[in-house]
């Protein structure tokens, strides 16, 4: 069982950043994709990106292709999501995600892809 625990949520001004972090209890952490994804209320889960296991791929939303940046430390067991040029559109419940085993980019982009969840960090970003 990977335990996943995001902090770095907060309350930021349109067009300021946040760095979001996501810890894994695992060892062989190295070896799963990692994605994030958001909640705003009343929506659905949307996909932000994820970053592959083996190159340190990365693939975006084109919500937030150029103004965010996701980045692992297999080291430190940690991915995170650099925000930047943050708006109001941006405020929800960021979850971070860990999925073991090889599949497509396209797929990585549905929560079901992924094995183990995050309990969320808040991100409001006012304008």
């Known amino acids: 069982q990977v335990q996943l625990v995001e902090s770095g949520g907060g309350l930021v001004q349109a067009g300021g950043s946040l760095r979001l972090s996501c810890a894994a209890s695992e060892r062989t952490f190295s070896h799963y994709a990692m994605g994030w994804f958001r909640q705003a209320p009343g929506k659905e889960r949307e996909f932000v990106g994820h970053i592959s296991w083996i190159a340190g791929n990365t693939y975006y939303a084109d919500s937030v292709k150029g103004r965010f940046t996701i980045s692992r430390d297999n080291a430190k067991d940690t991915v995170y999501l650099q925000m930047n040029s943050l708006k109001p559109e941006d405020t929800a419940v960021y979850y971070c995600?860990?999925?073991?085993?090889?599949?497509?980019?396209?797929?990585?982009?549905?929560?079901?892809?992924?094995?183990?969840w995050g309990q969320g960090t808040q991100v409001t970003v006012s304008s």
């Open positions: 995600a860990a999925r073991w085993g090889i599949t497509s980019a396209q797929a990585m982009r549905v929560p079901d892809a992924y094995n183990y």
